[in-house]
T-cell receptor
Framework: KAGVTQTPRYLIKTRGQQVTLSCSPI?????VSWYQQTPGQGLQFLFE???????NKGNFPGRFSGRQFSNSRSEMNVSTLELGDSALYLC??????????????FGPGTRLTVL | EDQVTQSPEALRLQEGESSSLNCSYT??????LFWYRQDPGKGPEFLFT???AGEEKEKERLKATLTKKESFLHITAPKPEDSATYLC?????????????FGGGTRLMVKP
């Protein structure tokens, strides 16, 4: 079974630009979560989607947004990029929101560098 | 607010030297505690889920245990390939979804 895939793997942008990252969950998984990982803050939760609806949102500014499609694939968008947005963006998928379905499996991440 | 603290931040072991990693947590109600392994440049790899105090799980040289306030990841006779960052995370009962709150991780280095 294929794992979580994320594209692109690496991205370089300049301040003020916007970026869109894509995530394809494990086949059959309906829940997708996004995390930001930086050396200083560690892994921080961005948002979670289930059945195309946002279920949870972390403490990030409105420049960070996401969506989920009917095939469970998800995208996240960051507008007006800042230097501090440089990070590894990780997508994780799980079967669903239930207790037994809650194990999250992570993709390899997208390394975003903002210059 | 849910909090997870891992110690030590870094740990150097000789091959075969057993040790334990600690994860202390504060959560309004624990739904599950998760251990992940992360290699440089890769996403976290799922290891274990623990749901209630007293629960234990094992996988090869790793054993995870859970109490009401902390979890331990015991590494028995580690090998160099066990070198990685080990992450602990919690899911809270009052959380409608699967959101994880992570600790800062323990960077383990095993020397041959």
């Amino acid at each position: 079974k294929a794992g979580v895939t994320q594209t692109p793997r690496y991205l370089i942008k300049t301040r003020g630009q916007q970026v869109t990252l894509s995530c394809s969950p494990i086949s059959g998984h309906r829940s997708v979560s996004w995390y930001q990982q930086t050396p200083g803050q560690g892994l921080q939760f961005l948002f979670e989607y289930f059945s195309e609806t946002q279920r949870n949102k972390g403490n990030f500014p409105g420049r960070f947004s996401g969506r989920q499609f009917s095939n469970s694939r998800s995208e996240m968008n960051v507008s007006t990029l800042e230097l501090g947005d440089s990070a590894l963006y990780l997508c994780a998928s799980s079967l669903g929101p239930g207790l037994a379905e809650g194990v999250q499996y992570f993709g390899p991440g997208t390394r975003l560098t903002v210059l | 607010e849910d909090q997870v603290t891992q110690s030590p931040e870094a740990l150097r072991l000789q091959e075969g030297e057993s040790s334990s990693l600690n994860c202390s947590y504060t959560v309004s109600g624990l739904r599950g505690l998760f251990w992940y392994r992360q290699d440089p440049g890769k996403g976290p790899e799922f290891l274990f889920t623990l749901y209630s105090a007293g629960e234990e799980k094992e996988k090869e040289r790793l054993k995870a245990t859970l109490t009401k306030k902390e979890s331990f990841l015991h590494i028995t006779a580690p090998k160099p390939e066990d070198s990685a960052t080990y992450l602990c995370a919690v899911q809270a009962l009052n959380n409608a979804g699967n959101m994880l709150t992570f600790g800062g991780g323990t960077r383990l280095m095993v020397k041959p």
